[in-house]
Structure formats: structure tokens, C-alpha cells
């Protein structure tokens, strides 16, 4: 009898594998199939969507494509919703509602939802579930359900080179400047300087950029060292090698070394037994 259970032990785990094996590689090529770009585009017809940017498959909500303009080597990843206007159909008028520039990053489910102008500038990147509005909930009338009151919309303008973190929060009427850092979970509404970095719920500027004095407060680790120009990528693949040799060597020599002191171990706890003794 246990010879028949290991039996069918051993064909359940087996046809696991193959199910999951199955299940991998479909999901795998559903993203590749499932991706939009230049080439591919879908059923989705953006006014703009530049060479070498690329939609990950599953897409958000993607609504008022017309009004859409993606840059060139984008990246957009799973779940992001993208919208223009409060409804599909909506006749927008001529001019670009939504505007991503070139190099832009999405991070997972970051949503980007444009009523009116929002524009991103060229190689800003945006964590996981990033959340941008140009609309927002009133509530001027205390009698009338909030949802049932017509919004307020402002445009939306986050400048080239930024970074926001996860869960960023960008309200309507959001002004960022360049090269600015926005903080996980920071919520922005109104101006943000220059080269400065916001943090907090409503964010406030915590560290700005000096020209005479560099960052105030200084940064509290150092500048990261660039890689020199004429390093080649073949040199860079065979520094990582390198470094995972060292890795696994130190590993190696450190469980080598816990096991010479092992009966080391062993002869405490019998002096122990015996002076207890």
C-alpha cells in the first residue's frame, strides 16, 4: 500500500509541474502577444506612441487614445491606467490632452488620468502604483452627495528628469519642476522648485539643490561613482561574473570555517555536562 501512495504521490507532482510549466509559458506568451507598441499597436490608436516604447500586457483602463501622445522608449507596465476625458467617446477637440515624453517610466498600476492637460517631461520615472489627476472631487454644496457634485480640473505639468516614488500622489494644479524627487506616499499639489526634494501629506520641500552649497541639508551617503566611458559591456558582464565568484567563494569559506568550529561546540557542551556533573 505505501508503494501505491509514493505512486501516485510521485504522478500528482509530476502533472503539476507540467500544468505549471503549461500555464508559465502561456502567461509568458500572452505578455509578449498582449504588448503594444509602434509596431503592434492593438486595438489601441494613440495620436503618438514613439519607436521603442513598449505597453506591458496586462494593460490598465486606456481610454481617449486620440488625445494621447507617448514619447519614444517608454516604458508603461502592467495595470497602468492612461485616460483622457471623464468618459470614452468624448469629442476632446484638436489639442493633446495627455502628453508623455520621451524615456518616460509607469511603474505598476500607476494611474495617469487626464480631464484636462497633464504633461510629463522626458526621462521621468515613476514607481508602483503612482496616482496623476487633473481632476478632483468638490464639495461646495454640504447637502448634495460629493460624488454627484461636478468636479474641478487643473492642468498638470511634471518637468524632465524626476523621480516619483511609490504610491506619489499628484493632484490637480501640480506644477514640479526638474529634476525633482517626490517621496513615497507624498501627496503634491501647487509649485515645486527646481532640483528640490518633496515629502510628506501635503508634500513639502525638505531638500533643495544649491548652486554655491550643493544640496542643503547635505545628502547623508555619498555620490555613487559613474561608470568610466570607456568600459565596454563585455567588461561590465565580466566584472558581475567576477563578483558573483567572490560572493559564492566568501560563502563557501565562511561555511567551512562553521564547520571546523563546530567540534569546538560540541567539547563545550561536554565540559559543560561534566562540570554540571
Same mark, same amino acid.
Given at each position: 500500500?505505501?508503494?501505491?501512495?509514493?505512486?501516485?504521490?510521485?504522478?500528482?507532482?509530476?502533472?503539476?509541474?507540467?500544468?505549471?510549466?503549461?500555464?508559465?509559458?502561456?502567461?509568458?506568451?500572452?505578455?509578449?502577444?498582449?504588448?503594444?507598441?509602434?509596431?503592434?499597436?492593438?486595438?489601441?490608436?494613440?495620436?503618438?506612441?514613439?519607436?521603442?516604447?513598449?505597453?506591458?500586457?496586462?494593460?490598465?483602463?486606456?481610454?481617449?487614445?486620440?488625445?494621447?501622445?507617448?514619447?519614444?522608449?517608454?516604458?508603461?507596465?502592467?495595470?497602468?491606467?492612461?485616460?483622457?476625458?471623464?468618459? !470614452?467617446?468624448?469629442?476632446?477637440? @484638436?489639442?493633446? *490632452?495627455?502628453?508623455?515624453?520621451?524615456?518616460?517610466?509607469?511603474?505598476?498600476?500607476?494611474?495617469?488620468?487626464?480631464?484636462?492637460?497633464? @504633461?510629463?517631461?522626458?526621462? @521621468?520615472?515613476?514607481?508602483?502604483?503612482?496616482?496623476?489627476?487633473?481632476?478632483?472631487?468638490?464639495?461646495?454644496?454640504?447637502?448634495?452627495?460629493?460624488?454627484?457634485?461636478?468636479?474641478?480640473?487643473? !492642468?498638470?505639468?511634471?518637468?524632465?528628469?524626476?523621480?516619483?516614488?511609490?504610491?506619489?500622489?499628484?493632484?490637480?494644479?501640480?506644477?514640479?519642476?526638474?529634476?525633482?524627487?517626490?517621496?513615497?506616499?507624498?501627496?503634491?499639489?501647487?509649485?515645486?522648485?527646481?532640483?528640490?526634494?518633496?515629502?510628506?501629506? !501635503?508634500?513639502?520641500?525638505?531638500?533643495?539643490?544649491?548652486?554655491?552649497?550643493?544640496?542643503?541639508?547635505?545628502?547623508?551617503?555619498?555620490?555613487?561613482?559613474?561608470?568610466?566611458?570607456? *568600459?565596454? !559591456?563585455?567588461?561590465?558582464?565580466?566584472?558581475?561574473?567576477?563578483?558573483?565568484?567572490?560572493?559564492?567563494?566568501?560563502?563557501?569559506?565562511?561555511?567551512?570555517?562553521?564547520?571546523?568550529?563546530?567540534?569546538?561546540?560540541?567539547? @563545550?557542551?561536554?565540559?559543560?555536562? *561534566?562540570?554540571?556533573?
Amino acid at each position: 500500500m505505501p508503494r501505491n501512495g509514493n505512486t501516485f504521490s510521485s504522478l500528482a507532482a509530476w502533472r503539476r509541474r507540467v500544468v505549471a510549466h503549461a500555464l508559465q509559458g502561456g502567461w509568458r506568451w500572452a505578455q509578449q502577444a498582449g504588448a503594444v507598441t509602434a509596431e503592434h499597436p492593438g486595438r489601441l490608436r494613440f495620436r503618438r506612441l514613439g519607436a521603442g516604447t513598449r505597453l506591458a500586457f496586462p494593460q490598465g483602463t486606456v481610454f481617449g487614445e486620440r488625445w494621447i501622445e507617448i514619447g519614444e522608449c517608454c516604458i508603461i507596465a502592467e495595470q497602468v491606467t492612461l485616460t483622457a476625458g471623464m468618459l !470614452p467617446g468624448l469629442d476632446l477637440g @484638436t489639442d493633446t *490632452v495627455l502628453t508623455l515624453g520621451n524615456g518616460v517610466v509607469l511603474g505598476r498600476g500607476s494611474h495617469v488620468i487626464a480631464d484636462t492637460t497633464i @504633461t510629463i517631461g522626458s526621462d @521621468t520615472y515613476c514607481g508602483p502604483y503612482v496616482y496623476i489627476t487633473s481632476t478632483n472631487h468638490s464639495y461646495d454644496d454640504p447637502h448634495e452627495p460629493i460624488g454627484r457634485q461636478w468636479p474641478r480640473s487643473e !492642468p498638470v505639468s511634471i518637468g524632465p528628469g524626476c523621480w516619483l516614488g511609490t504610491g506619489a500622489v499628484i493632484l490637480p494644479g501640480a506644477r514640479i519642476g526638474r529634476n525633482v524627487v517626490v517621496a513615497a506616499g507624498a501627496v503634491v499639489r501647487g509649485e515645486v522648485p527646481d532640483h528640490s526634494v518633496v515629502a510628506g501629506a !501635503p508634500a513639502r520641500v525638505v531638500r533643495r539643490w544649491d548652486p554655491e552649497l550643493g544640496w542643503q541639508p547635505p545628502l547623508r551617503t555619498p555620490a555613487p561613482k559613474p561608470i568610466p566611458e570607456d *568600459v565596454t !559591456p563585455e567588461q561590465l558582464a565580466a566584472l558581475a561574473a567576477w563578483e558573483v565568484e567572490q560572493e559564492e567563494r566568501e560563502h563557501g569559506q565562511g561555511q567551512g570555517q562553521a564547520g571546523e568550529r563546530a567540534p569546538a561546540g560540541e567539547r @563545550t557542551r561536554e565540559q559543560a555536562e *561534566v562540570s554540571s556533573s
